[in-house]
């Protein structure tokens, strides 16, 4: 049994996060591996980063957020992740 990090930088994405997390939920219900969603809030300036607090109060310690208070770009977001990730196998989107 792995453990994976999925490593997901995003900025003003509101709309499909509830739907991504559910669809990685999905997957991996149904594997014997276990996971954690780290998003980079990349500067978000829609309602991106309230709906990751209520999705990490739905996933709890699946779930981890990391907020730049400003858009630092894709690269630096990934690096950050990537950094954060305590899985032995990572996923980057």
């Known amino acids: 049994m792995s453990t994976i990090s999925i490593v997901v930088p995003l900025h003003n994405e509101e709309e499909s996060l509830p739907l991504l997390v559910k669809a990685i939920d999905d997957v991996f219900s149904k594997s014997d591996d276990s996971y954690e969603i780290i998003f980079i809030d990349d500067g978000s300036t829609d309602k991106s980063f309230s709906i990751l607090e209520t999705l990490y109060s739905q996933y709890g310690k699946k779930?981890?957020?990391?907020?730049?208070?400003?858009?630092?770009?894709?690269?630096?977001?990934?690096?950050?992740?990537?950094k954060a990730a305590s899985g032995e196998i990572i996923i980057t989107m």
């Not at 779930?63 to 894709?74: A, C, D, L």
Request: charged share 20%.
């Open 63 to 82: 779930i981890r957020i990391i907020r730049f208070t400003r858009n630092y770009g894709k690269s630096a977001a990934l690096s950050v992740g990537i």
